[in-house]
């Protein structure tokens, strides 16, 4: 175990820090699993900082207040360069005349962490909460590959808390919107929200899917070494955690206002959002003796970019209509320069967004840039507002195909329900489905797939197969040697496996991942398509909303007949290689219901047991039920129910008595 734990910590090294893989996913994924493996039969020696937790896994039901040791505090504010050089006079008077510096840094908009190591070990991660008693969240935090989970090294005090500030990249931001409009699910206002959203989600799984990073800014603790912030700023480098590069000492105020004005544009390069400057008395000496006030630090401030805002005459509305038809309005604006670039559209997100704004056309609108790089709108300006102007009325019919919207209750987007006839959706399934992670054509894009269609030769993604040479053959760009290109990335998609075939089709919120294990729970195409509710339910990570929304595509003729096609075409149906691991039959023809949560095992690793060891797993308890199998905190009714129907009740111990300890 100790030999793997070293060559794991090695690879993911390598592979995080140093942007290097050695050795291929399939092979680093074999090394994990044996690891975790491992810990499971024999949990006793299963490390405290053991790389496995960075995949995630636990539940957390509700998580624990804990109490600062030291308090979080916040920082006083302010925007204007006066107050800065009186924050100045008053560090100069309290340090009677002595010489001081500063440090300056960037103010990194994210959440912000205490992360407490003891003997080196990270063995807790606490939210500012209130600023004296936080969450803690260290199985979420864990998974955050930049937060080292033990530091190694000569003279590592016993007991040291390391503060910072959890951020969602813009990157990574912009990607997961991109994926979960691509899968029709609503994306996020921001990034700061999402990260703060994600760090409480109860599933640590999803939280390391969401790739989310941390800068550390502070270090806390008895008798640490450095006598200032910025060399304990470097020591913390030293130490593996990720500090960012834009800090900068200063020896006084106007160097401070220097940087402040230096990093005023560049801040918009840098991979998270920032919203101002954070400056810091250097010497930890001068910083004790300046002390604080009830609510923050006298040696600190922050100075906060005002964000960048003009009025502008909304000149009209646009409407634009995505893959899956969701409806987005777009402010057209009267053309306005702001913060380095031209502005001339604003997105407005959905009606009640405009509703909210209360937009009649030709008002004037303030239009800030944040953070964000698209520009939002912030409010309207009444001085300006025309007398008798009339508010903006919501469209009521598709601008791409005339149909008549529809809004689904608890939804705060319009959508077209014209999905096999309003050209923006079709040419967004096409889309769709020729992009890497779904059939990887990338010998077809967008401009080639709008020909296609205009041409009448692709109305969905299954024409795609009976394209032939003359119908490529002359048209605008394609001469013999592109056509034959084309023709053969689409022919060699036909190798694609099942699980990216499942996630091209498009069904609405079943993502990769939940293609993924569709794919490895049903096997094949024929399973999904016979699967009821019930046993849609049963399949990991599949809940009503997802199992209501394949229910619904495969009622649809249209797209049974689009699956045909694919198939006749030669398309993966099935997942290839082998059954799941047969591990006995001793639930042979015994039925189970999992619910709650558990101390030893994750629930989805339960029902794979189940299956395993010839058992089924249901949704829903009934009098044909066997076992249900219980953890903490599953639901009353549920319990009820089972207890009047007769049903056996068991707990994990039991249930390990069950398989017999195999
Ligand atoms: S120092 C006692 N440095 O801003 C001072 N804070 O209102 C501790 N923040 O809660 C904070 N970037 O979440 C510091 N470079 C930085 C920061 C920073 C962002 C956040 C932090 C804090 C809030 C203060």
Request: aromatic share 8%; with cysteine.
């Given at each position: 175990?100790?030999?793997?734990?070293?060559?794991v910590?090695?690879?993911?090294?390598?592979?995080?820090?140093?942007?290097?893989?050695?050795?291929?996913?399939?092979?680093?994924d074999?090394?994990l699993k044996?690891l975790t493996d491992?810990e499971s039969?024999?949990p006793?020696?299963r490390?405290?900082?053991s790389p496995t937790q960075r995949v995630g896994g636990t539940v957390t039901r509700?998580?624990?207040?804990?109490?600062?040791?030291?308090?979080?505090?916040?920082?006083?504010?302010?925007?204007?360069?006066?107050?800065?050089?009186?924050?100045?006079?008053?560090?100069?008077?309290?340090?009677?005349?002595?010489?001081?510096?500063?440090?300056?840094?960037?103010?990194?908009?994210?959440?912000?962490?205490?992360?407490?190591?003891?003997?080196?070990?990270?063995?807790?991660?606490?939210?500012?909460?209130?600023?004296?008693?936080?969450?803690?969240v260290t199985n979420n935090v864990r998974t955050i590959?930049?937060?080292?989970?033990?530091?190694?090294?000569?003279?590592?005090?016993?007991?040291?808390?390391?503060?910072?500030?959890?951020?969602?990249?813009?990157?990574?931001?912009?990607?997961?919107?991109?994926?979960?409009?691509?899968?029709?699910?609503?994306?996020?206002?921001?990034?700061?929200?999402?990260?703060?959203?994600?760090?409480?989600m109860q599933d640590s799984a999803l939280v390391a899917a969401r790739?989310?990073?941390?800068?550390?800014?502070?270090?806390?603790?008895?008798?640490?070494?450095?006598?200032?912030?910025?060399?304990?700023?470097?020591?913390?480098?030293?130490?593996?955690?990720?500090?960012?590069?834009?800090?900068?000492?200063?020896?006084?105020?106007?160097?401070?206002?220097?940087?402040?004005?230096?990093?005023?544009?560049?801040?918009?390069?840098?991979?998270?959002?920032?919203?101002?400057?954070?400056?810091?008395?250097?010497?930890?000496?001068?910083?004790?003796?300046?002390?604080?006030?009830?609510?923050?630090?006298?040696?600190?401030?922050?100075?906060?970019?005002?964000?960048?805002?003009?009025?502008?005459?909304?000149?009209?509305?646009?409407?634009?209509?995505?893959?899956?038809?969701?409806?987005?309005?777009?402010?057209?604006?009267?053309?306005?320069?702001?913060?380095?670039?031209?502005?001339?559209?604003?997105?407005?997100?959905?009606?009640?967004?405009?509703?909210?704004?209360?937009?009649?056309?030709?008002?004037?609108?303030?239009?800030?840039?944040?953070?964000?790089?698209?520009?939002?709108?912030?409010?309207?300006?009444?001085?300006?507002?025309?007398?008798?102007?009339?508010?903006?009325?919501?469209?009521?019919?598709?601008?791409?195909?005339?149909?008549?919207?529809?809004?689904?209750?608890?939804?705060?987007?319009?959508?077209?329900?014209?999905?096999?006839?309003?050209?923006?959706?079709?040419?967004?399934?096409?889309?769709?489905?020729?992009?890497?992670?779904?059939?990887?054509?990338?010998?077809?894009?967008?401009?080639?797939?709008?020909?296609?269609?205009?041409?009448?030769?692709?109305?969905?993604?299954?024409?795609?197969?009976?394209?032939?040479?003359?119908?490529?053959?002359?048209?605008?760009?394609?001469?013999?040697?592109?056509?034959?290109?084309?023709?053969?990335?689409?022919?060699?998609?036909?190798?694609?496996?099942?699980?990216?075939?499942?996630?091209?089709?498009?069904?609405?919120?079943?993502?990769?991942t939940?293609?993924?294990k569709?794919?490895?729970?049903?096997?094949?195409?024929?399973?999904?398509?016979?699967?009821?509710?019930?046993?849609?339910?049963?399949?990991p990570e599949?809940?009503?909303?997802?199992?209501?929304?394949?229910?619904?595509?495969?009622?649809?003729?249209?797209?049974?007949?689009?699956?045909?096609?694919?198939?006749?075409?030669?398309?993966?149906?099935?997942?290839?290689?082998?059954?799941?691991?047969?591990?006995?039959?001793?639930?042979?023809?015994?039925?189970?219901?999992?619910?709650?949560v558990f101390a030893k095992y994750e629930r989805e690793q339960l029902k794979e047991l189940?299956?395993?060891?010839?058992?089924?797993?249901?949704?829903?308890?009934?009098?044909?039920?066997?076992?249900?199998?219980?953890g903490?905190?599953?639901?009353?009714?549920?319990?009820?129910?089972?207890?009047?129907?007769?049903?056996?009740?068991?707990?994990?111990?039991?249930?390990?008595?069950?398989?017999?300890?195999?």
């Open positions: 175990m100790g030999e793997l734990t070293e060559l910590n090695h690879h993911n090294h390598l592979y995080y820090q140093l942007h290097q893989s050695v050795i291929s996913d399939f092979e680093f074999g090394l044996e491992l039969a024999f006793a020696l490390l405290p900082d509700e998580f624990e207040t804990v109490t600062h040791r030291y308090p979080m505090l916040s920082l006083g504010n302010t925007y204007s360069e006066t107050d800065l050089t009186e924050f100045d006079n008053r560090v100069a008077k309290g340090l009677e005349g002595a010489p001081y510096a500063y440090c300056c840094e960037l103010k990194f908009d994210g959440v912000s962490i205490s992360l407490i190591y003891e003997k080196g070990v990270l063995t807790r991660a606490v939210t500012r909460g209130d600023g004296v008693r936080g969450d803690d590959h930049r937060i080292p989970l033990r530091v190694k090294g000569a003279g590592i005090p016993d007991y040291f808390e390391v503060r910072g500030e959890i951020f969602l990249s813009k990157k990574m931001f912009s990607q997961l919107n991109k994926e979960r409009e691509d899968i029709g699910e609503e994306t996020y206002a921001n990034a700061r929200n999402t990260a703060s959203g994600t760090l409480k790739k989310l990073d941390c800068y550390v800014y502070y270090l806390l603790g008895e008798d640490l070494p450095e006598d200032n912030h910025i060399g304990r700023i470097r020591l913390l480098e030293k130490w593996g955690f990720n500090v960012s590069p834009t800090y900068r000492s200063c020896s006084n105020i106007r160097e401070v206002l220097a940087y402040i004005a230096e990093w005023d544009k560049s801040r918009h390069d840098l991979p998270l959002e920032t919203d101002g400057v954070v400056i810091k008395v250097n010497a930890i000496q001068q910083q004790e003796q300046l002390g604080f006030t009830a609510k923050s630090p006298r040696w600190a401030i922050a100075y906060k970019y005002k964000a960048a805002s003009v009025s502008t005459r909304l000149n009209g509305i646009t409407y634009q209509v995505g893959r899956t038809g969701a409806i987005t309005p777009v402010a057209e604006l009267e053309p306005v320069f702001l913060a380095g670039t031209t502005v001339k559209r604003a997105s407005l997100h959905n009606a009640n967004e405009i509703e909210r704004l209360g937009l009649c056309i030709g008002d004037h609108v303030f239009v800030e840039k944040g953070g964000e790089i698209i520009p939002k709108v912030t409010g309207v300006d009444m001085d300006k507002r025309q007398p008798g102007a009339k508010a903006v009325t919501y469209i009521s019919s598709c601008p791409e195909c005339g149909e008549s919207l529809i809004r689904v209750e608890g939804e705060a987007s319009h959508y077209c329900p014209n999905d096999q006839g309003c050209a923006p959706q079709i040419k967004g399934k096409i889309e769709h489905f020729i992009q890497r992670k779904a059939m990887d054509i990338n010998s077809l894009g967008e401009r080639t797939i709008a020909t296609l269609y205009e041409r009448g030769l692709v109305r969905t993604p299954a024409d795609l197969y009976d394209l032939r040479e003359e119908d490529i053959l002359g048209l605008e760009g394609f001469k013999e040697q592109s056509t034959r290109n084309l023709l053969d990335g689409i022919r060699a998609s036909i190798q694609i496996p099942f699980e990216s075939v499942l996630f091209a089709i498009g069904i609405r919120y079943v993502g990769k939940v293609a993924e569709l794919a490895r729970h049903f096997r094949s195409m024929d399973q999904l398509m016979a699967a009821n509710r019930e046993a849609l339910l049963a399949a599949v809940g009503e909303k997802i199992a209501d929304s394949v229910l619904a595509y495969f009622a649809n003729e249209a797209n049974r007949t689009e699956v045909e096609r694919l198939k006749k075409a030669g398309l993966a149906m099935e997942v290839s290689g082998k059954e799941p691991e047969k591990l006995s039959d001793v639930l042979a023809g015994k039925t189970f219901v999992v619910s709650g189940i299956v395993s060891h010839g058992g089924k797993v249901l949704s829903g308890v009934s009098g044909k039920l066997d076992y249900l199998l219980a903490d905190n599953m639901g009353p009714a549920k319990l009820e129910k089972a207890e009047k129907l007769g049903v056996k009740i068991i707990g994990e111990a039991e249930f390990d008595q069950l398989i017999g300890g195999r």
